[in-house]
Nanobody
Framework: QGQVVESGGGLVHAGEALTLSCAAS????????IQWHRQAPGKERELVAG?????????LYADSVKGRFTISRDNTKNTAFLQMNSLKPEDTAVYYC?????????WGQGTQVTVSA
């Protein structure tokens, strides 16, 4: 059974950085695009960043995180990352990793990121 597991969330002050990890197992990770989504309390889940299966394609970022967040992946380790710099209180949310290839998709359970002012 395939799965992805996020880690690296926590409580930080505004302006600080965090790196989230997404560890995959049980499926062909290198064939799947990876997306990071987030959901803040009372808000809909939103796409934050995306990267192609081989990591060499165009990277996708939400306007709200461009220039601050960087998505990457290491297919040799079946792991994807979201480097988050200059964090703001409005970045507070549960962050989810999604692996997607066509109709096949795996979601993680999420990791909480809280940014205090």
């Amino acid at each position: 059974q395939g799965q992805v597991v996020e880690s690296g969330g926590g409580l930080v002050h505004a302006g600080e950085a965090l790196t989230l990890s997404c560890a995959a197992s049980g499926f062909g990770f290198s064939h799947y695009a990876i997306q990071w989504h987030r959901q803040a309390p009372g808000k809909e889940r939103e796409l934050v960043a995306g990267i192609s299966s081989n990591g060499n394609g165009n990277l996708l970022y939400a306007d709200s995180v461009k220039g601050r967040f960087t998505i990457s992946r290491d297919n040799t380790k079946n792991t994807a990352f979201l480097q988050m710099n200059s964090l703001k209180p409005e970045d507070t949310a549960v962050y989810y990793c999604r692996a997607i290839m066509g109709r096949s998709s795996y979601w993680g359970q999420g990791t909480q990121v809280t940014v205090s002012a």
